[in-house]
């Protein structure tokens, strides 16, 4: 099956979702800095301690941008490889749509209520979804 331009949308969309995020935590960080006093120079590294300094739910939304670019760079490479390669049918457009809802999903539950229990579910959910996607491709390379 060839890929059509369609097939790239869910890359689209978690790339737009991504740079959402990124405004937001600007939007949200650089207040805080100002409020707490905190210089440029002190926010070189994570570990600094300025994060004791700002509100967790500041810090909830770096922390979410952050995960954006962990686990997802193995979702571009994969939707990438199955354009590539000439996979992706439809039960492949379908998962790759249902992670990148479950990403953004897993974006407001860490920023708005950071239930760790209820995170933690929609992450396993998406890395399923993830895993399935893999296999699917796998499979179709070896039969």
């Known amino acids: 099956m060839l890929f059509q331009t369609e097939d790239l949308l869910p890359v689209l969309a978690l790339i737009v979702w991504t740079l959402v995020m990124f405004v937001w935590m600007y939007a949200t960080r650089l207040p805080a800095f100002q409020k707490a006093g905190i210089e440029p120079n002190e926010a070189r590294h994570p570990d600094a301690g300025y994060n004791a300094r700002i509100p967790a739910s500041v810090r909830s939304v770096a922390d979410n941008?952050?995960?954006?670019?962990?686990?997802?760079?193995?979702?571009?490479?994969?939707?990438?490889?199955?354009?590539?390669?000439?996979?992706?049918?439809?039960?492949?457009?379908?998962?790759?749509?249902?992670?990148?809802?479950?990403?953004?999903?897993?974006?407001?539950?860490?920023?708005?209520?950071?239930?760790?229990?209820?995170?933690?579910?929609?992450?396993?959910?998406?890395?399923?979804?993830?895993?399935?996607?893999?296999?699917?491709?796998?499979?179709?390379?070896?039969?």
């Open 65 to 143: 941008y952050n995960h954006l670019h962990e686990q997802p760079t193995l979702f571009y490479a994969l939707v990438f490889f199955a354009a590539l390669t000439g996979g992706g049918d439809n039960v492949f457009m379908y998962l790759a749509w249902a992670y990148v809802i479950l990403r953004v999903i897993h974006s407001f539950i860490q920023v708005l209520s950071s239930k760790v229990e209820q995170r933690f579910l929609v992450f396993a959910l998406s890395t399923l979804v993830l895993m399935a996607m893999a296999l699917k491709e796998v499979l179709r390379l070896l039969l």
